[in-house]
């Protein structure tokens, strides 16, 4: 019912910049907060960052002041903008939303299918 479709996967120098993209789409009634998670070889997966309805934001330690989170809610869009990568940022990243189908059904958390983000010289 609710399909999200990640985009900007690559491989990027160190030091490089890349930007992520995931739209939301199909029976949405509301979209609450989105978010970006990885997962790197052998890890599990965490949190990257956070945005809320409001455009409040909230991210990792590892990547404050080099990832930046933003959402089009117009679109039902939202990015990851990444700067300054390493290395250790190389990882298959997940888009998630939280949303509604109907305006009485509970919210529920949607995935996307995963993007390869390989910083590598």
């Known amino acids: 019912q609710v399909q999200l479709v990640e985009s900007g996967e690559g491989l990027v120098q160190p030091g490089g910049s890349l930007r992520l993209s995931c739209a939301a789409s199909?029976?949405?009634?509301?979209?609450?907060?989105m978010a970006w998670y990885r997962q790197a070889p052998g890890k599990e997966r965490e949190l990257v960052a956070t945005?809320?309805?409001?455009?409040?934001?909230n991210y990792a330690d590892s990547v404050k002041g080099r990832f930046a989170i933003s959402r089009d809610n117009a679109k039902n869009t939202v990015y990851l903008q990444m700067n300054s990568l390493n290395p250790e940022d190389t990882a298959v990243y997940y888009c998630?939303?939280?949303?509604?189908?109907?305006?009485?059904?509970?919210?529920?958390?949607?995935w996307g299918k995963g993007t390869l983000v390989t910083v590598s010289s």
């Open positions: 945005i809320t309805g409001g455009g409040s934001t």
């Open positions: 998630n939303v939280n949303a509604k189908t109907r305006s009485f059904s509970t919210a529920m958390d949607y």
């Open positions: 199909g029976r949405l009634f509301s979209v609450n907060a």
